[in-house]
């Protein structure tokens, strides 16, 4: 069947442009032309947008264009590490999560232990940002977000971070590096201090760990339709 690339734009819900840009990224195999240098389409055309387009929700566009290139040179091989790859990725990031959750509660009851938390000198930016292995710019970073509000001392502005927002600080550097956006830290931050509550602090690592569950699903999607794609093209 001879499909136009309107035609094929239409069945994946594409424009006829994003279509030409995946022929050129070699997700698709290059189309033969017409005399009029019309691109020509088929099924195999077809499947292969499907499939790349199955891939890309679990695997990301990057590894799902790398994948799809690898089929198309009928190099299997490459194709199912890059699956593999990207799963055990997901293994990774789930004992992560895992980690950071254990982490994340330890920091918590020492957060709301106020009376038994040392006061010890204000850190300086560089101080706090050696202690946590991140950049000061990182620190100034969230506190532009407002996620750390530092005293100023008096005459030089220096900023000083008390036990309170050191303890922010590591709280916040825990949850990114558990991959949480700004807009999940704030809520954690703000139901400690005004509550005292932790409920915010679960609800963003079940929220972190259904993340997974859906990335897993997705690719598990995306890795049946490449199984069918190559065992058209075995």
Excluded: C
């Amino acid at each position: 069947m001879s499909l136009r690339p309107v035609d094929l734009a239409r069945k994946a819900g594409l424009s006829t442009q994003a279509v030409r840009n995946y022929e050129a990224a070699g997700i698709l195999p290059a189309a033969p032309r017409t005399e009029s240098g019309y691109r020509q389409y088929d099924d195999d055309h077809l499947r292969a947008l499907l499939t790349y387009r199955g891939l890309a929700p679990g695997f990301g566009g990057e590894v799902s264009t790398a994948i799809m290139r690898a089929a198309h040179e009928g190099d299997e091989s490459t194709a199912l590490r890059l699956i593999d790859a990207s799963h055990a990725g997901l293994h990774e990031q789930r004992l992560a999560t895992d980690a950071a959750s254990e982490a994340l509660g330890a920091a918590a009851e020492e957060f709301l232990d106020e009376p038994r938390a040392a006061p010890g000198p204000a850190l300086l930016v560089g101080e706090l940002a050696a202690q946590l292995g991140v950049k000061t710019s990182t620190l100034r970073v969230w506190e532009a977000a407002e996620l750390l509000s530092p005293e100023r001392e008096a005459g030089t502005k220096y900023r000083r971070y008390g036990p309170l927002q050191v303890r922010d600080a590591r709280i916040i550097n825990m949850l990114r590096q558990g991959r949480y956006g700004f807009e999940q830290i704030r809520p954690v931050l703000e139901g400690l201090r005004r509550t005292g509550s932790t409920e915010a602090l679960r609800a963003a690592v079940a929220e972190r760990r259904a993340a997974h569950d859906r990335r897993g699903r997705a690719m598990l999607h995306g890795a049946a339709l490449l199984h069918d794609f190559l065992a058209r093209h075995g």
